[in-house]
């Protein structure tokens, strides 16, 4: 609660309707006290092991981001709180950052820009030389990765580092801080990746006789400053996750879903197969692509509209059409994954 006893409400004693009504400022946020803040004391403990002088400062925001020239790094505001971490996995289907491990691979990524922003490495000549021009198009919703290149570091899901040369920087820089990492063994057949870690520690060692030229004053998107209220918030990001999905070829419908339409549509429709085994689906498809459940979830929502559409039928067993419908999905969620559009070229 805040300073002020009863001016805010209690979010364990209200409903998920309740709790979307009401703006983000208006909500009790603290860092202190929370695993946000266990999490940060433990960023600030790798940042001193390896010798570095910056601390970011961190703070909740609407999403994981580091504000541009400054030192500072914006933690969603649901991670603060065990109540809005469920609201968010009803809203959005997944917690981003919802673990431990995978809050401080975002934190130590974060900070990776942060020690840019401070010192401003991105400016030298080798640092272009070996993770290319900050200046390039930056477009992490499209890029293709090379899944199998070793000139980049795996760190985040979706081969991340590829996205842009200042995210090829954060992610070296995040599999550096790691202190349950060895790089140097992890990365010793993988010259190109090796070197950008090594300029990590001759970077580390400039950074201790650098002025902190990292912008000061207010940080973007901060809760605490937030007047819309959290439907409308989850509103925005459900339409911004959304893509314009291509029509559903109905060859490969009628492919997988292959019965007859005189057979009983108590027992063999499509429709009904779909709604029973989305759960199933959705988390199979998500564990084969690291894509998204809300990407995959509104992907399979349009595929059974489809179904229901075409009156389809199930021609096989529910086990073998399970396999198909995911292996199906897979395929056109990769092809997103490469290209931006689930849509293939036929």
């Known amino acids: 609660m805040s300073t002020k006893q009863g001016s805010r409400p209690d979010l364990t004693d209200l409903t998920d309707e ?3 009504k009401l703006r983000f400022k208006d909500i009790p ?10 999490k940060i004391k433990q960023l600030y403990s790798e940042l001193e092991t390896k010798g570095l002088a910056f601390r970011p400062n961190i703070f909740l925001g609407d999403e994981w981001f580091s504000p541009e020239g400054m030192n500072a790094i914006a933690v969603p505001f649901y991670l603060a709180n065990p109540r809005l971490k469920s609201l968010e996995k009803s809203q959005m289907l997944e917690v981003e950052g919802g673990t431990h491990d995978w809050f ?3 934190l130590r990524h974060e900070a990776g820009h942060c020690f840019d922003h401070c010192y401003k490495f991105s400016k030298r000549k080798k640092w272009h030389q070996i993770f290319g021009s900050p200046n ?9 990765p090379q899944p199998y290149s070793k000139s980049y570091v795996k760190h985040l899901d979706r081969w991340y580092a590829q996205a842009h040369p200042d995210e090829d920087f954060a992610e070296t820089f995040a599999v550096w801080l790691d202190p349950n990492r060895d790089w140097k063994k992890e990365y010793s057949k993988w010259p190109v990746a090796l070197k950008k870690l090594e300029y990590m520690d001759e970077l580390a060692a400039d950074s201790l006789k650098l002025k902190n030229l990292a912008e ?23 339409r911004e996750s959304a893509d314009d999905y291509p029509d559903f070829y109905d060859s490969d419908l009628n492919k997988i879903f ?10 063999y429709s499509a429709l009904k197969f779909m709604k029973k085994h989305r759960k199933a689906i959705v988390s199979t498809v998500a564990w084969a692509t690291g894509e998204s459940k809300f990407t995959i979830e509104a992907l399979v929502k349009r595929l059974t509209d489809r179904c229901e559409k075409l009156d389809l039928r199930l021609g096989k067993s529910e086990t073998q059409t399970t396999m198909e419908v995911a292996s199906f999905l897979t395929s056109l969620v990769k092809n997103y994954l490469f290209t931006g559009k689930f849509k293939r070229k036929v």
Do not use: F, H, W
Not at 136 to 144: A, G, Q
Not at 216 to 236: E, F, H, I, M
Not at 258 to 266: F, H, I, Q
């Open 18 to 20: 309740e709790i979307l």
């Open 136 to 144: 390039e198009d930056y477009e992490p919703e499209t890029y293709r």
């Open 29 to 38: 946020l603290p860092i202190v006290g929370t695993d946000v803040e266990e």
């Open 258 to 267: 292959n019965g007859d339409v005189s057979l009983s549509k108590r027992e």
């Open 216 to 238: 000061k004053g207010r940080v973007p998107s901060n809760v605490a400053q937030l007047t819309t209220t959290l439907d409308k918030y989850y509103q925005k990001r459900r």
């Open 104 to 106: 401080m691979r975002l």
